[in-house]
T-cell receptor, first 116, second 113 residues
Framework: DAGVIQSPRHEVTEMGQEVTLRCKPI?????LFWYRQTMMRGLELLIY????????DSGMPEDRFSAKMPNASFSTLKIQPSEPRDSAVYFC??????????????FGPGTRLTVT | AQSVTQLDSHVSVSEGTPVLLRCNYS??????LFWYVQHPNKGLQLLLK??????LVKGINGFEAEFKKSETSFHLTKPSAHMSDAAEYFC???????????FGAGTTVTVRA
């Protein structure tokens, strides 16, 4: 398996522009997670999906952020409008389950977002 | 609620010498514990995990960790460091049936030739 795939790997945009980050989870994984990593706050969970349905979006910072999972093999995280403080590395992860032996999250390589 | 504390923000070792990365956890449940490694500009890779089976857990690349409930610790060790071990390491805890992983602040490992 190719692992979790994210695109783009790097994104530089100007403040106010819309940004869309993409993720393809590992085939067969029912859970998909979006994280943000910054120096100040470390790794933070933004939202997670189970079987394409958003379950917990309490980590989404504000209404400018939205995430969708139209099918089992694709998810997007959108920021509109983007702001400089959104600059971070955004990771997507997927897992088979939430407990026991199935509970390991596999992370993608991340998207480094810079908003100028 | 659960949390982890990584006791060292930076560890520097010589190639061929042992590596010890310390992690203490706090959890209301029987925890699941993980160590992830992140190489520069890369994603997080799972090194090993503890999920209430054997307390000594062996992972990839010669790493192992021991779960000590009495000390609420899950320290990561490797007997002989390699240059390729230079990276950032995260200790992670989750509660029982709790998808929310709590990440430690990370320990940066530097390996000297």
């Amino acid at each position: 398996d190719a692992g979790v795939i994210q695109s783009p790997r790097h994104e530089v945009t100007e403040m106010g522009q819309e940004v869309t980050l993409r993720c393809k989870p590992i085939s067969g994984h029912d859970y998909l997670f979006w994280y943000r990593q910054t120096m100040m706050r470390g790794l933070e969970l933004l939202i997670y999906f189970n079987n394409n349905v958003p379950i917990d979006d309490s980590g989404m910072p504000e209404d400018r952020f939205s995430a969708k999972m139209p099918n089992a093999s694709f998810s997007t995280l959108k920021i509109q409008p983007s702001e400089p403080r959104d600059s971070a590395v955004y990771f997507c992860a997927s897992s088979l389950g939430l407990a026991g032996d199935h509970y390991e999250q596999y992370f993608g390589p991340g998207t480094r977002l810079t908003v100028t | 609620a659960q949390s982890v504390t990584q006791l060292d923000s930076h560890v520097s070792v010589s190639e061929g010498t042992p590596v010890l990365l310390r992690c203490n956890y706090s959890s209301s449940y029987s925890p699941s514990l993980f160590w992830y490694v992140q190489h520069p500009n890369k994603g997080l890779q799972l090194l090993l995990k503890y999920t209430s089976a054997a307390t000594l857990v062996k992972g990839i690349n010669g790493f192992e960790a021991e779960f000590k409930k009495s000390e609420t610790s899950f320290h990561l060790t490797k007997p002989s460091a390699h240059m390729s071990d230079a990276a950032e390491y995260f200790c992670v805890v989750s509660g029982q049936n709790d998808y929310k992983l709590s990440f430690g602040a990370g320990t940066t490992v530097t390996v000297r030739a």
